[in-house]
T-cell receptor
Framework: GAVVSQHPSWVICKSGTSVKIECRSL??????MFWYRQFPKQSLMLMAT?????????EQGVEKDKFLINHASLTLSTLTVTSAHPEDSSFYIC????????????????FGQGTRLTVV | QKEVEQNSGPLSVPEGAIASLNCTYS??????FFWYRQYSGKSPELIMS????GDKEDGRFTAQLNKASQYVSLLIRDSQPSDSATYLC??????????FGTGTRLLVSP
């Protein structure tokens, strides 16, 4: 399958600071990437769809000014958590679909390793 | 809002048994279906994808799709303790997005 790399794997920051998370597609071009958030023992919550060269599409209830998404190239999307607070502590995961070739009939989605954010 | 339903479990099976994981979805127009495995503290890993009615086998895993019943399942044969994880069912919404179920936690005891 395709490879999606996310960095950093974990980060601790002070309340009020900003944190940037990078998501890269290593062996394919991803015109669209997805950002998820996951709290302990809960399922994935889609935050936004990141579109290369255009504005991200945010899901209802997600603050676009707090979670800044930039998709400047076909292989890189970034999520910046601005003015982070302890309630923003969570597991953030990016995903991209490989549109090159349908994997066994469908276009499959692959996930980055995830970033565990702790705000103190 | 499209819905994907899974029993949260835990589903407990002994080592060597067949684990059967089930998922139902609300959108009759859904075309593509996926099973992901997620270990605690890790991101989801794609196990199987399926888009045609019937069975699709890959090693110890078999995905089963019944679009008329809006039902997709995952069978894991010869279950191993290393299969203990949360299994997420995902269904296409529109052209790009995936809608995930809440996951079923599988416990395989030695």
């Amino acid at each position: 399958g395709a490879v999606v790399s996310q960095h950093p794997s974990w980060v601790i920051c002070k309340s009020g600071t900003s944190v940037k998370i990078e998501c890269r597609s290593l062996d394919f071009q991803a015109t669209t990437m997805f950002w998820y958030r996951q709290f302990p023992k809960q399922s994935l919550m889609l935050m936004a769809t990141s579109n290369e060269g255009s504005k991200a599409t945010y899901e209802q209830g997600v603050e676009k000014d707090k979670f800044l998404i930039n998709h400047a190239s076909l292989t890189l999307s970034t999520l910046t958590v601005t003015s982070a607070h302890p309630e923003d502590s969570s597991f953030y995961i990016c995903s991209a679909r490989d549109w090159r070739d349908p994997g066994q009939g469908v276009y499959e989605a692959f996930f980055g390793q995830g970033t565990r954010l702790t705000v103190v | 809002q499209k819905e994907v339903e899974q029993n949260s479990g835990p589903l407990s099976v002994p080592e060597g048994a067949i684990a059967s994981l089930n998922c139902t979805y609300s959108d009759r127009g859904s075309q593509s279906f996926f099973w992901y495995r997620q270990y605690s503290g890790k991101s989801p890993e794609l196990i199987m994808s399926i888009y045609s009615n019937g069975d699709k086998e890959d090693g110890r895993f078999t995905a089963q799709l019944n679009k008329a019943s809006q039902y997709v399942s995952l069978l894991i044969r010869d279950s191993q303790p290393s299969d203990s994880a949360t299994y997420l069912c995902a269904v296409n919404e529109g052209f790009q997005k995936l809608v995930f179920g809440t996951g079923t936690r599988l416990l395989v005891s030695p």
